[in-house]
């Protein structure tokens, strides 16, 4: 009986040695196994770029995190702002209404749609869109001081200063 003991344990040992070594060889500098990166890491890794001004660097992760999560909303976003980086207008546009259709009515995609038509000078669309999110209830700050630089565009000095004062007060940061 010792001798087939003996010899499961010394088999389960040899099975353990050759797991360790396996997961050692696995394993990057780090000393962390090296996986595929998640969408989310990849998008992580795009922000990250972007925030470093490095727009162009930064579009492959985005890009490859789609592959992986088709319906990613982040990845699009950050391939609209890489694209706006670029000045590629279009290209943003079509992300960032992409991005909508995956996340209907969010706020802050819609705020962006607009931020994104007062840069191609469509007012008018770009301001019901802030009234729209103004009048939602919950808007992000971002619509009041949007709809602010619109009035001022209108000499319309006083009802732009209350827009920046709701925005103020919505988020004092």
């Known amino acids: 009986m010792?001798?087939?003991?003996g010899r499961y344990i010394t088999t389960a040992c040899i099975i353990l040695l050759a797991a360790c070594m396996l997961i050692s060889s696995c394993q990057n500098s780090k000393g962390k196994a090296s996986l595929p990166p998640t969408s989310s890491q990849l998008v992580e890794k795009g922000y990250s770029l972007l925030r470093e001004n490095k727009p162009l660097e930064a579009e492959p992760f985005f890009n490859q995190a789609l592959e992986k999560e088709p319906e990613s909303v982040q990845a699009r976003l950050g391939l609209a702002?890489?694209?706006?980086?670029?000045?590629?207008?279009?290209d943003?546009?079509?992300?960032?209404?992409?991005?909508?259709e995956r996340k209907p009515g969010d706020p802050e995609i819609r705020l962006k749609i607009a931020d994104l038509l007062?840069?191609?000078?469509?007012?008018?669309?770009?301001r019901a869109i802030y009234r729209d999110l103004i009048r939602s209830g919950n808007p992000?700050?971002?619509a009041y001081i949007g709809y602010a630089e619109?009035?001022?565009?209108?000499?319309?000095?006083?009802?732009?200063?209350?827009a920046v004062e709701k925005a103020i007060a919505a988020d004092p940061r």
């Open 2 to 5: 010792t001798g087939t003991a």
């Open 118 to 126: 007062v840069l191609v000078e469509d007012r008018l669309e770009a």
């Open 81 to 90: 702002r890489s694209a706006l980086y670029g000045k590629r207008i279009e």
């Open 92 to 100: 943003a546009r079509r992300l960032l209404e992409e991005a909508l």
């Open 150 to 162: 619109i009035l001022l565009d209108n000499d319309r000095s006083l009802q732009a200063r209350q």
């Open 140 to 142: 992000p700050p971002g």
